[in-house]
């Protein structure tokens, strides 16, 4: 043979291996679907995406967007996603009903819920602070994302330390941020319990005001001590036994993807991931996605502090919103 077709003969076949190494590789990966919320929603996953944080752990994240956690919940056992992200209240209820679930780590430590009050309520108590506040919301409809989630257990937890009851408001489901604030803006509810970026809508659009933040310590202690566990990442039972190198791969993914969120250094990387992936097309978009992202980078940590999934589960059972005591040491997955 020719020495040119030999030399072809070497680099077709060189490159044909490579081929084979490399679709063999991606053949190998695990795909991984993780509930994502609307807003900056589940950042730890985004930014392990561009980062190819998954990939280097030997799995392709898939985000899915599911925009309350009780329907999170129902889509992982159904089997159509493989990890849920929500708060600990609407997981441990889960469990408490038979759920066979894990907690494999945390999304947002600190808590993500607040109550914003429309323009058009009058709130004479605010300037004494929380528990006070809760008055001027007696007979009001407020705002959570749907009935049944953490936004409601919550509320009705701030209304509890006040020594108010849900019967003393109306609850209406209005969603994520995106249409909780034209229901607020347009009076549909007088306030909302809500996530991120509302906060972010009330500063820059001067569209509402926050006015109990459990972020900065309002709200009752049993509240409170949930702090250390916002909201968690779940997987089920199964996934675990049936495919452990997935599991492990999604774990070390989040770990790094805390690592580099949390570094200063990479404040404008992660920045540029809140903002490809959440566009605010209104006036001062942009401004919002960075407070957003300013406020809520903190909480950004998958360690979590496992006392505070069992102070969830202790105050559901405090306020009567569980039937029993759940033991949450038996739900976690820590590695």
Known sequence: MPQTLRSRSTTALAALASLLITTTAAQAQEVVKVQDYPGLGN?????????????????????????????G??????????????????????????????????????????VAAGNHLETPNAAKGYPAVMQDFKGKKIGVTARGTGAEFQFVDLLKGAGMSAADVTLVAVGAPNTALPALANKQVDAVMAFEPMG????????????VDPRKGEGPAELLA???????????????????????????????????????????????????????DIPKGAEVVTAV???????YRFSMDPKSVQAAADYLLASKQLDKAVDTSKLLHIK
């Open 200 to 211: 972010g809508f009330c500063e820059v659009l001067k569209a509402c005001r926050v006015v």
């Open 73 to 114: 919940v129902q889509t992982l056992l159904s089997g159509d996603i493989d990890v849920a992200f929500g708060p600990p209240e609407v997981m441990v209820q889960a469990a408490n009903k038979g759920a066979d679930i894990k907690i494999v780590g945390s999304g947002a430590r600190s808590a993500i819920f607040f």
């Open 293 to 299: 992202l300013k406020t809520s980078l903190p909480a």
């Open 43 to 71: 950042m730890l996953l985004r930014v392990a995406i561009a980062q190819k944080l998954c990939e280097k752990n030997g799995i392709k994240c898939e985000p899915r967007v599911i925009p309350a956690a009780p329907l």
């Open 226 to 280: 949930v702090a250390g566990a916002g909201s968690v990442l779940v997987v089920r039972g199964d996934l675990l036994q049936k495919k452990p190198q997935a599991a492990a791969g999604f774990i070390a993914a989040m770990k790094e993807a805390e690592a580099f969120i949390q570094n200063p250094a990479n404040w404008e990387a992660s920045l540029k991931v809140a903002q490809d992936s959440f566009k605010i």
